[in-house]
């Protein structure tokens, strides 16, 4: 089970820290992502962090967001800077054994998700 937290309203340049507690698994072991859907677009890959933390990031948000985690609390971490509009979205974390591609349709165990909005 994946329960995304710490969504909500934030002003354009401000941040925010998701935070995606995980059970039923050991996260050191997998590959886990933060994805987002805003309305009416498809879901994309945000970014993913493998066993090893090697970390890749969609070019939207690189410079900006920071994916990590807490393997001792099972936890997995989207820390949010500088704020867009566009970045208004529901985000999700998944996971999969392996990191091959972060591409949503890679992953297949998903939480429930977060909103995010920038205004």
Do not use: H
Request: glycine share 10%.
């Amino acid at each position: 089970q994946l329960v995304e937290s710490g969504g909500g309203s934030v002003e354009r340049g401000g941040s925010l820290t998701l935070s995606c507690v995980a059970s039923g698994y050991t996260t050191s072991n997998y590959c886990m992502g933060w994805f987002r859907q805003a309305p009416g677009k498809e879901r994309e890959g945000v970014a993913i962090i493998d066993s090893d933390d090697n970390t890749v990031y969609a070019d939207s948000v690189k410079g900006r967001f920071t994916i990590s985690k807490d393997n001792s609390k099972n936890t997995l971490f989207l820390q949010m800077n500088s704020l867009k509009a566009e970045d208004t979205a529901m985000y999700y974390c998944a996971t999969r054994r392996y990191c091959t591609s972060i591409s949503p349709a890679a992953f297949g165990y998903w939480g429930q998700g977060t909103q995010v909005t920038v205004s």
